[in-house]
């Protein structure tokens, strides 16, 4: 396959980079004006670059990724034979110009891909199967960064989204609405409010909060600014949720993370506070249980085990999306590992308040 990179700034570079490293059979080529980003580009990994758009047809160009700024997109694609390319780029929030693209994909098979990289973050999928036909609860959600610091090596007057079309908070925006709704449903109602709080030299609020409401009741609170001095992607749900059976890792496991997690997890089913909690099981994990100190006081020994073989396949999918943890056989976190016997414990839960023999 033959792929362009349309536009050599931070996010192509980084598109390069992933894809030098990730799909190393491909042909990869990188379009720029700017000459000195094409030989800084050229000399540490990608050759060719180009300056102009017409290597598209003259090298047979399949897959196009245009990481241009938002408001110079639409003119890109125009200039793309949308007929003979996959094109893909970043979601953004300005609308103008985007018709072209409906237009190919109604008249043939090519598409253009919106990519939202928060929605392949496995967080969000597990915060939306852990909500999925749950509605007693709500959110708040504050995302942001000091402006500035959002590319220190220019001057932040300079930088696209300081812009009032392309600006900081509409580019938030344009990455954490896609997966909101994945997690809590569509937004049918929304209240806004916003407020300019920084002598920045920018011609937008620097802070903006917005109240949805989402399809299934749920009610949301989102936070955006660009004058928080640390970096902030904090999310707290909570609601009247009552949960009856709590699972965490075993307190015994190699990783010192997962024991931490355990502990503090345990000391928050205290029946006073959580007085619906009636059962609270402890997951074996592979490569992590088996590896404990051999002790009678931190051995796992089972009791509950849970049929998971509707769920399996889909669970091994999202397991091999962590590349770097996966290895082959007969290394523990291969793919095929929990599909064997010796896979079985995968599926172990310790009892630690019931104490004897449960079959879920």
Not at 145 to 161: G, S, V
Not at 233 to 260: I, M
Not at 282 to 290: A, H, L, N
Not at 308 to 328: D, Q
Request: hydrophobic share 40%; charged share 20%; aromatic share 10%.
């Amino acid at each position: 396959m033959i792929i362009a990179v349309i536009s050599l700034g931070s996010k192509g570079y980084r598109r390069l980079r992933i894809m030098q490293n990730r799909a190393k059979k491909h042909e990869l080529h990188g379009i720029v004006t700017l000459q000195d980003r094409r030989v800084q580009v050229e000399g540490e990994f990608v050759k060719p670059t180009h300056e102009t758009l017409d290597v598209l047809s003259s090298r047979g160009i399949e897959v196009v990724f245009v990481c241009a700024a938002p408001n110079a997109r639409a003119a890109i694609f125009g200039q793309i034979d949308l007929e003979h390319c996959q094109t893909f780029s970043e979601l953004d929030l300005i609308a103008s110009g985007y018709g072209c693209l409906s237009v190919a994909e109604k008249q043939g098979t090519r598409r253009h891909y919106f990519s939202s990289t928060t929605l392949y973050d496995q967080d969000a999928y597990a915060i939306a199967a852990e909500m999925r036909g749950n509605n007693r609860f709500a959110f708040r959600y504050h995302v942001g960064q000091y402006y500035p610091d959002w590319h220190p090596w220019e001057r932040y007057q300079d930088f696209l989204i300081g812009k009032k079309g392309t600006k900081g908070i509409r580019e938030i925006l344009g990455i954490e609405l896609p997966w909101l709704e994945t997690c809590f449903g569509k937004i049918v109602d929304f209240q806004s409010s916003a407020r300019q709080i920084t002598s920045l030299e920018i011609d937008f609020p620097g802070v903006l909060r917005i109240i949805f409401t989402h399809e299934a009741g749920v009610q949301g609170q989102l936070m955006l600014d660009v004058v928080t001095p640390k970096p902030a992607h904090d999310l707290d749900v909570f609601g009247d949720l009552k949960p009856q059976t709590v699972y965490f890792p075993f307190h015994s496991h190699a990783n010192p993370d997962h024991w931490l997690a355990s502990h503090a997890a345990f000391d928050s089913t205290k029946s006073f506070p959580n007085p619906t909690i009636w059962r609270v099981l402890m997951m074996e994990s592979v490569s992590e249980t088996e590896f404990s100190v051999p002790l009678p006081s931190t051995a796992f020994l089972p009791n509950v085990y849970v049929d998971i073989s509707e769920k399996l396949e889909e669970k091994l999918r999202i397991v091999c999306f962590f590349k770097s943890e996966i290895g082959s056989a007969p290394f523990p976190r291969s793919p095929g590992n929990p599909e064997g016997p010796c896979g079985l414990s995968w599926l172990g839960c310790r009892d630690q308040v019931c104490g004897g023999v449960h079959v879920a």
